[in-house]
């Protein structure tokens, strides 16, 4: 899981933004809580690595996962392109775990 977490860290800031703010589970539960609880990043750690100031990810922490389209009005971005994104970076990621296991 570090190694995930840290290639997380390696993708363009909107590709984590787009991930990281809708994390969640096939239930819809938010997922990003496990960074922290499994002492995987801290609270800190994830908002440096979306590049938000710790007291705004603070206050989208009890939100969160966001949907799409407040996602997509914090990016700047159109919803669709928050979905390529985030499916961009998914791709990414699973490249990355079956390279990792070989």
């Known amino acids: 899981m570090q190694l995930l977490w840290r290639e997380i860290c390696e993708l363009p800031r909107r590709h984590r933004v787009a991930l990281l703010l809708n994390l ?3 239930r819809g539960l938010n997922v990003i809580l496990l960074f922290p ?3 995987i990043a801290t609270f800190e750690q994830i ?3 979306l590049e938000i100031p710790q ?3 603070e206050q989208m ?3 969160l996962p966001l949907d799409d389209l407040r996602i997509a009005a ?3 971005a159109s919803r669709q392109q928050v979905i390529n994104l985030r499916k961009t970076a998914r791709d990414r ?3 990355f775990v079956r390279f990792d296991k070989k």
Do not use: I, N
Request: no cysteine; aromatic share 14%.
């Open 93 to 95: 990621l699973l490249r």
């Open 47 to 49: 908002a440096e690595a």
């Open 37 to 39: 609880a499994t002492e």
């Open 24 to 26: 969640k589970s096939p």
């Open 74 to 76: 914090y990016l700047g």
């Open 55 to 57: 007291a705004e990810f």
């Open 61 to 63: 922490w009890a939100d």
